[in-house]
């Protein structure tokens, strides 16, 4: 006996419609991922990315060398002044300080004279004394000749009785007090230290009121009228520089210009001077020649705008040497490996070798190995082989003045 009973009407509809209602959520949801879903796209293939360079053309140009180098300022002449006498300082000039100017002449320092003044005087009386020694001996010696004379004696008398001896030794007695008097006197102008020359005081090592001694060091000092720079050069700057040695009758009025340069705080200041003299022998270390290089009253009225030079103060110069012609005139930025530029020929990069006769931080000069015409690259391209393919990018620049 079956116990199944009929299904209602919902209840059949209910089971035919919910296997298509499954499938039909199962399709909306395929789609809708199937739509947000990323898709590639076929991307066309870039060309090969092609070299483009700057260039600038190569001519032949003159060339003003300009050496580089830096040295120490040093006085051209310096000394220590000591006293020459013994006594109490009295007096001291204003300029007797350290960095003090003076001038030729002037009184830097006097000593307690009055000693000195007295011994003077002493030396002026036995000075007197002394002529009136030789006066009296040469009235005797004529005495005894006219007694001599008188008395009839045949030949002539001898010295003794003609007191000559005694003329001499007074003559002698004279001769050394002279002499003490010109000492004296020398002693006492010695009380005035002066200045030997135009100067400015480098040190000072006593004051008023001090008591020095024959010997004593006063103060070093240096003069002023000139100022002196040693300066280093290499061999390949001595080249190129006409130095003013001496024994060259014909080039030794030339001294080669010379701008001196300094920093002070922000700013940087520049003197004039000139290359006057070079050493007798090579640094035994470095191995350079050093130069001296002089500046002309650099405290004077043409320098009054500028800060004072100091001794010991680091300047850097450039010295002006040869005027090289006909030389072609590169950018050092584009040599490479000291000794190699690229040059730009119907679409392809080539390297050269040049020989290179001086080179500074901006300019290498090169006498042979390219030809006026040829287009040097400029673009930085250490690693590039002969041969590269490459387009240009601007047209070339010109350089130099001309063949």
Do not use: C
């Amino acid at each position: 006996m079956s116990t199944n009973k009929p299904l209602t009407k919902l209840e059949t509809i209910f089971r035919y419609a919910l296997p298509i209602l499954v499938i039909v959520i199962t399709g909306l949801i395929v789609q809708i991922i199937t739509s947000t879903s990323p898709t590639s796209e076929k991307r066309k293939q870039a060309p090969d990315n092609q070299l483009t360079v700057a260039v600038m053309t190569i001519k032949h140009s003159d060339f003003s060398i300009s050496v580089k180098t830096n040295g120490i300022i040093q006085p051209r002449s310096q000394a220590s002044i000591a006293s020459q006498v013994s006594g109490t300082i009295t007096h001291v000039s204003s300029a007797f300080i350290s960095g003090g100017f003076f001038n030729a002449g002037d009184t830097l320092l006097s000593v307690d004279n009055r000693d000195y003044i007295i011994a003077v005087k002493i030396a002026s009386a036995a000075l007197i004394e002394a002529k009136l020694a030789v006066t009296e001996e040469r009235a005797k010696s004529k005495q005894a000749q006219r007694d001599w004379q008188r008395l009839g004696r045949e030949g002539q008398p001898n010295e003794l009785v003609l007191r000559k001896p005694q003329l001499a030794s007074a003559n002698a007695v004279l001769a050394s007090v002279q002499a003490q008097l010109e000492q004296t006197q020398l002693n006492l102008q010695r009380t005035q230290i002066l200045a030997p020359y135009a100067g400015r005081v480098l040190t000072k090592n006593v004051d008023i009121g001090q008591f020095v001694t024959v010997g004593t060091a006063l103060a070093d000092i240096y003069a002023t009228d000139q100022v002196e720079v040693r300066l280093p050069l290499n061999s390949q700057q001595q080249n190129h520089i006409q130095l003013p040695e001496q024994f060259k009758q014909d080039s030794h009025s030339y001294y080669p210009p010379v701008n001196i340069s300094a920093q002070f705080g922000n700013q940087r200041y520049n003197w004039t001077g000139k290359l006057t003299r070079t050493e007798g022998a090579l640094d035994p270390k470095s191995r350079q020649l050093y130069t001296v290089a002089t500046i002309e009253n650099p405290y004077g009225r043409n320098n009054s705008n500028k800060p004072a030079l100091k001794i010991g103060q680091f300047v850097n110069a450039e010295i002006t040497g040869n005027l090289l012609s006909n030389v072609f005139v590169l950018p050092t930025t584009s040599v490479y490996e000291g000794d190699q530029v690229i040059i730009f020929k119907s679409g392809l990069l080539s390297r050269k070798d040049i020989n290179v006769i001086w080179r500074d931080s901006r300019n290498t000069i090169v006498d042979a190995g390219i030809q006026s015409g040829e287009l040097l690259v400029t673009t930085p391209l250490s690693s590039v082989v002969s041969g590269t393919k490459a387009l240009l990018i601007t047209p070339p620049i010109n350089t130099g003045q001309g063949d």
